[in-house]
């Protein structure tokens, strides 16, 4: 009759107890927090722990499990920003580097093409003007033995440039593969740099995913405002060095264009260098800045270049001994030295009227490179932590409340029945936090509400049984016989309604985003673990209860 | 003594005024969708970008005032809300401010944002401003896609399910039950102009779930019914099912409805929106699935033979457990 094998006795109840397990440090919240915080901080410093580290690391043992539910910056505060990384600007950017090189190659055949120059174009493409359209066929075939194989993870797949003639001039593009093969280094590259951005500011636990195509999220708990954490990612610190062609003032500023460029200086006011514009090195080259003083004892940056970036600097430095050489940052001309000997080794000191702090952020920007691309923010939400905790505590109390409510409401109308559902429900939301925990799930404003209705919902499971037993009491073919016919029967209502609210929890996930989703993980999780307690749990009880008890009859 | 939502053995007849019932059911979506046509939504930034920021001071909020500090920044639409909940302290005041997307720009620049701010501080020095949300018009568009693909998908996901498990005149009751659940919801948002967002797609989508539930249990005994009293004419057989599930009826959407209206006092001004949508979307889903889901099959009929076909070894037509009832 209503027997269930003792396997299956011990199964469920571990399942239970795991659950719970993983559950439990969701008691002590702050305490388990601030444990993993000292433990993370001590393991990424190495090294011993300070007193006050020591300190939080015991105030929970490391025995027990560790791991939290996540709280939503809704509930935590903090900034999310969407930004959308302008792609093309890294095509326009390509353009520019292979014109000189294109330049050189055209010139070199000058004989055979005539006088060429470059024209403004759509950015992205290079357009080239032949005053000699006859030697057209000779152009294209030399700028294309300038295209490269793309590299991407699937094999060369073509020429990286696009080459052809339009009228008496040559376009160059990029090919598609090469549109493509760039794109997802750009990605990766600007995900890379947010998230050392980031990194370096030491928040806790911030999202820094992609999205789509162009996108990022970044969602950084315990930060000030979205604008600050614009600011930390947004600051471009691109790094140049360029030769000096000559200088001007403001009045006598010739236009830019072509292959000069004209940019301030940063501390001499009115005071313009024209520069070449393709640099010599760039900060992309660079592996290492540290904050330094220089020999007068003024803060300065310290910085080494990468192989490839050192070798074109000392060959540079070599060459030019005697002449000016521009240290560019963001545009403005930090300072011009003097070239006075050839550097090798690829390393260097970039002085200015810097303060410490200057010095430090500038090699802190320096470090985390330059961001490949512009980025457009199109969400930016900022939540403070007082409406966080103001949420929570809500949300808590609403919760303690209808659990409350729910629980007199399940006793009054089935009786002991009702304390088995209880129980189970109770169960049940300790099992839903164990998931939760264990698959590192984040908790946010409409999963609370998501949890509360699932403390509503919960009770259908067991509420179809209760109902069902009652009417198969009602034939009298014993007690033991009703609750075996109640589950037995239920079961394919508790199924199909179970299946099909899970299946709205599925799209919800797919389709939706940030809230949406999180209030799809509640919901989903929840139908999972109010029929498992419905179907196992609370039969295991109420069979555990009738062998124990054997009543003749059977009130629900 | 236990308590009882329904006395046991009940036997209305749900279908003896079923011109009342349906009626109202379908006058009630032709008023639904004529406001809706008529105010539109009060849609939130999520579907149609903008800035909003949480105020949180102690001064009493004059709009008027306020309007007038923000008006030289020349925002275009510009609307603010006074926020009031039994969780604020007295003394305390908390406004939304919502400004409309701004020409040519994605999310509201940090620059503008400190220029509100800096303007109503004028009005009340000690004003905090919690949240500030900005959400730019391509964002906005998509959200609005995706949020309609979200309510589209799971309509069809759910009339396959049930077309699979039942028969195809349950499916459509049931989506017709549905259809009937989302268009009151969005009717009550109309009505009353409640701000409508991402969350409140979460939770019409949430009501869809809950609905189907409801009737899914329904149908269930419907089907099981069906089989044990072949001759009994259907109405007789659908009310019979419909009485038989009446209690679970009742407890579920008692327990659901009280969670959530302790949710909807208790819970907070931040998410009333959302848990208002559940509580109605509960209230009219539980009505639905017997006067419009039940009432649909009345007007289609259905297959009277189960035996042929299907599965002839249960009762319930499908059947989880083994004979001897311990599969599970």
């Given at each position: ?182 794109d997802d280094r750009t990605m990766r590259q600007s995900l890379e740099i947010i998230r050392r951005r980031v990194d370096e500011v030491g928040t806790r636990e911030p999202t820094i995913m992609r999205q789509g195509a162009d996108r990022i999220l970044i969602q950084v708990p315990g ?72 020999q007068n004892n003024r803060p300065a940056v310290n910085f080494r270049f990468n192989p490839t970036g050192a070798r074109k600097f000392g060959d540079y430095t070599a060459a030019n001994i005697g002449q000016p050489f521009a240290i560019v940052l963001d545009d403005e001309v930090i ?222 | ?328």
């Amino acid at each position: 009759m209503l027997q269930i094998a003792t396997w299956k006795r011990v199964l469920i109840w571990a399942v239970c107890a795991a659950g719970l397990w993983a559950a439990m440090p969701n008691l002590f919240y702050s305490r388990v927090e601030v444990h993993n915080d000292a433990a993370a901080a001590v393991a990424a410093r190495g090294g011993d722990p300070t007193p006050a580290e020591a300190e939080a690391i015991a105030r929970w043992p490391d025995l027990l499990p560790g791991t939290l539910v996540n709280l939503g910056l809704d509930l935590r505060g903090g900034a999310h920003l969407l930004a959308e990384v302008q792609l093309a600007d890294v095509y326009a950017g390509r353009m520019d580097g292979i014109w000189p090189e294109v330049r050189d190659a055209l010139r070199a055949e000058r004989a055979a093409i005539g006088s060429f120059r470059r024209i403004d174009a759509a950015p992205g493409t290079l357009r080239i003007a032949l005053s000699n359209p006859e030697g057209m066929a000779r152009a294209l075939e030399i700028v294309q033995g300038l295209a490269r194989p793309v590299v991407s993870l699937l094999g060369p797949s073509g020429d990286d440039l696009e080459v052809r003639a339009e009228g008496a001039e040559i376009l160059v593009t990029l090919s598609e593969a090469e549109r493509t093969a760039t794109d997802d280094r750009t990605m990766r590259q600007s995900l890379e740099i947010i998230r050392r951005r980031v990194d370096e500011v030491g928040t806790r636990e911030p999202t820094i995913m992609r999205q789509g195509a162009d996108r990022i999220l970044i969602q950084v708990p315990g930060i000030g405002s979205a604008a600050e954490l614009k600011a930390i990612i947004g600051t471009t610190a691109r790094l140049t060095f360029h030769p000096v062609t000559g200088t001007a003032t403001e009045a006598t500023a010739p236009a830019g264009g072509g292959d000069a460029l004209v940019l301030p200086s940063a501390d001499e006011d009115g005071v313009l260098y024209i520069l070449e514009s393709n640099p010599v090195v760039t900060g992309d080259e660079l592996v290492d800045a540290q904050p330094a003083f220089d020999q007068n004892n003024r803060p300065a940056v310290n910085f080494r270049f990468n192989p490839t970036g050192a070798r074109k600097f000392g060959d540079y430095t070599a060459a030019n001994i005697g002449q000016p050489f521009a240290i560019v940052l963001d545009d403005e001309v930090i300072s011009a030295p003097v070239i006075q000997s050839h550097i090798p080794g690829g390393s260097g000191i970039i002085t200015g009227s810097f303060t410490v702090e200057d010095s430090t952020q500038l090699a802190v920007l320096l470090r985390a490179g330059a961001l490949p691309a512009r980025m457009e923010f199109l969400e930016e939400r900022t939540i403070g932590p007082e409406l966080g905790q103001d949420s929570i505590d809500a949300g808590r109390i609403a919760a303690v409340v209808s659990l409350l409510a729910v629980l007199v409401f399940m006793v009054a109308s089935y009786g002991w029945f009702g304390v088995i559902a209880n129980a189970a429900l109770m169960l049940n939301i300790g099992l839903l936090f164990g998931m939760l925990s264990a698959i590192g799930a984040t908790l946010t404003l409409p999963g609370i509400a998501g949890i509360v209705l699932t403390i509503g919902m919960a009770v259908d499971a067991n509420v179809l049984v209760f109902e069902r037993i009652r009417e198969e009491l009602k034939t009298a073919r014993g007690p033991a016989r009703a609750i075996e016919l109640g589950y037995e029967k239920a079961l394919s209502s508790i199924i199909d309604a179970n299946l099909t609210t899970f299946l709205i929890a599925v799209i919800l996930f797919a389709v939706g985003s940030g809230p949406v989703r999180g209030f799809s993980v509640t919901l989903g999780l929840g139908i999972f673990t109010s029929v498992f307690t419905a179907v196992f749990v609370t039969r295991l009880m109420v069979v555990t209860w009738f062998e124990w008890r054997r009543p003749k009859t059977l009130t629900v | 003594m236990r308590l009882r939502l329904v006395r046991e053995n009940t036997s209305f007849d749900f279908f003896r005024f079923w011109r009342v019932t349906f009626g109202a059911s379908a006058l009630a979506v032709v008023a639904s969708i004529v406001i809706f046509a008529v105010q539109g939504l009060n849609f939130g930034i999520d579907f149609r970008g903008g800035t909003t920021i949480r105020t949180d001071g102690a001064a009493e909020i004059d709009i008027a005032a306020w309007r007038a500090a923000i008006a030289p920044l020349g925002l275009g639409d510009v609307s603010i809300t006074e926020v009031f909940d039994p969780g604020f302290e007295a003394g305390r005041h908390v406004a939304m401010v919502r400004v409309q997307a701004q020409e040519g720009a994605e999310a509201t620049s940090p620059e503008l944002i400190a220029a509100i701010e800096a303007a109503l501080r004028t009005i009340d020095p000690t004003l905090t401003f919690p949240a500030v949300e900005s959400v730019g018009p391509k964002v906005s568009g998509e959200l609005v896609t995706s949020a309609l693909m979200a309510v589209g998908l799971s309509l069809l996901g759910v009339m396959a399910y049930i077309w699979v498990r039942f028969e195809w005149q349950f499916a459509v009751g049931a989506v017709v039950a549905l259809i009937h659940d989302v268009v009151l919801t969005i009717g009550i948002f109309s009505l009353f102009q409640i701000r409508f967002d991402l969350a409140i797609i979460a939770a019409l989508l949430t009501i869809i779930g809950y609905s189907i539930n409801d009737t899914v249990v329904v149908f269930d005994r419907v089907r099981e019914n069906l089989i044990r009293f072949k001759q009994r004419a259907l109405t007789e057989v659908l009310n019979l099912s419909i009485n038989d599930t009446m209690s679970r009826t009742l407890m579920t959407s008692g327990t659901t409805l009280l969670a959530l209206v302790i949710l909807l006092v208790l819970g907070g001004d931040v998410i009333r929106g959302f848990v208002f949508a559940m509580t109605w979307g509960i209230v009219v889903g539980t009505y639905s699935s017997v006067f419009v889901a039940s009432q649909i099959l009345v007007f289609l009929g259905v297959k009277r033979d189960w035996t042929k076909g299907g599965s002839a070894e249960g009762p319930s037509g499908t059947r989880f457990a083994g004979k001897d009832g311990t599969g599970a």
